[in-house]
């Protein structure tokens, strides 16, 4: 597949309903984790669901697709909370690998998993550095 991202992400399977199909089948099933639910459902009010999702569908296609539609910060929610930690990370990346291997093509989901480990791994050592803490030693974790 042709690479048009220039990130090494080859898109063929990658366009705005695969995207959709990534972010609700990822959502939904981290609303009934154990782990992730109690986050997402104390932080994103059950009316506020539908929007949550648009942003997030939004925040992909700006992502994969350099679609421009997302406009917005997305680190600065995750520092704001206390109890986020490895696993919380790890089992975000479990569960979004899943959602991406059904919603793309074989090649291309590896593509955004990757792209998605090196998200959580900024966001591991932003959240590190907001807390004072030595982020030198922190390691990528892997879907």
């Not at 929610?77 to 479990?94: A, E, K, N, S, V």
């Not at 959240?127 to 030198?136: A, I, Q, W, Y």
């Amino acid at each position: 597949m042709t690479d048009k991202t220039g990130d090494g992400i080859a898109m063929g399977s990658i366009d705005e309903a695969s995207i959709h199909t990534l972010v609700h089948d990822f959502y939904g099933k981290a609303m009934q984790d154990d782990l992730l639910a109690p986050i997402f459902g104390r932080e994103v009010a059950a009316d506020a669901w539908p929007a949550h999702l648009d942003k997030m569908c939004a925040f992909w296609s700006s992502t994969l697709l350099r679609s421009g539609r997302y406009d917005g910060r997305p680190l600065a929610p995750h520092l704001r909370l206390d109890d986020l930690d490895d696993g919380h990370f790890q089992r975000w990346l479990t569960l979004f690998a899943t959602a991406a291997r059904n919603a793309f093509a074989a090649d291309d989901a590896a593509g955004v998993i990757a792209m998605a480990e090196r998200i959580a791994h900024s966001f591991r050592l932003a959240r590190s550095l907001h807390k004072g803490r030595d982020s030198l030693g922190l390691e990528m974790i892997r879907a």
